[in-house]
Nanobody
Framework: QVQLVESGGGLVQAGGSLRLSCAAS????????MGWYRQAPGKQRELVAA???????NYADSVEGRFTISRDNAKNTVYLQMNSLKPEDTAVYYC?????????WGQGTQVTVSS
């Protein structure tokens, strides 16, 4: 059994910053990819950023240059530093962790950016 606990969401003004964290615990042998997704009201869930076990990253075009994903393998934790936030970044953010062959999702954390 694997549990994911997210933290760091909240309300921020446009131009502000937030840092999300997602810690995995439980029966973990090896985590491969970790990532963040988001879902805004009325929209499909979309990839925000992902990072492999080797540290390779990829980002959605809409957040490139503003968001940074990182991971601490010793702590089984993935982070998302979000800078220069925009109202269109408002969504529920979910972390996703792949511990082959299963995929695990966090419970989601709300990020609201006011204009």
């Amino acid at each position: 059994q694997v549990q994911l606990v997210e933290s760091g969401g909240g309300l921020v003004q446009a131009g502000g910053s937030l840092r999300l964290s997602c810690a995995a615990s439980g029966s973990i042998f090896s985590i491969s990819a970790m990532g963040w997704y988001r879902q805004a009201p009325g929209k499909q869930r979309e990839l925000v950023a992902a990072i492999t076990s080797g540290g390779n990253t990829n980002y959605a075009d809409s957040v490139e240059g503003r968001f940074t994903i990182s991971r601490d393998n010793a702590k089984n934790t993935v982070y998302l530093q979000m800078n220069s936030l925009k109202p269109e970044d408002t969504a529920v953010y979910y972390c996703r962790v792949i511990i082959a062959p299963r995929i695990y999702w966090g419970q989601g954390t709300q990020v609201t950016v006011s204009s």
